[in-house]
């Protein structure tokens, strides 16, 4: 059975840091992109950030650039997201996403995980 299961998720306070985890099963990482998104209460889902296979090809939407950092251990079939000095405008469901694109555009992405809660207090 093919699964995407985010985890990593909580309540930190403003200026905090949180380490999101996807972990692929049924299926290898390997040869697959994977996008970051994420959707916060009355807004629209948004792809804030995606790596492809080799880890070579990089984007940030620029709300989280140069405070976010993804990567991914093809070993372990799991990409990460390191979220540091987070904000209340980052409180949303962040959600992986695996895809064959390189790209922020949802309908590119094949599989998703069910999300994991993000929740920064001020």
């Known amino acids: 059975q093919v699964q995407l299961v985010e985890s990593g998720g909580g309540l930190v306070q403003f200026g905090g840091s949180l380490r999101l985890s996807c972990a692929a099963s049924g299926f290898s990482l390997a040869n697959h992109v994977i996008g970051w998104f994420r959707q916060a209460p009355g807004k629209e889902r948004e792809g804030i950030s995606f790596i492809n296979s080799r880890g070579d090809d990089i984007f940030y939407q620029d709300s989280v650039k140069g405070r976010f950092t993804i990567s991914r251990d093809n070993s372990k079939n799991t990409g990460y997201l390191q979220m540091n000095n987070l904000k209340p405008d980052d409180t949303a469901v962040y959600y992986c996403?695996?895809?064959?694109?390189?790209?922020?555009?949802?309908?590119?992405?094949?599989?998703w995980g069910v999300g994991t809660q993000v929740t920064v207090s001020s």
């Open positions: 996403a695996t895809g064959p694109v390189a790209t922020v555009i949802e309908k590119f992405y094949r599989f």
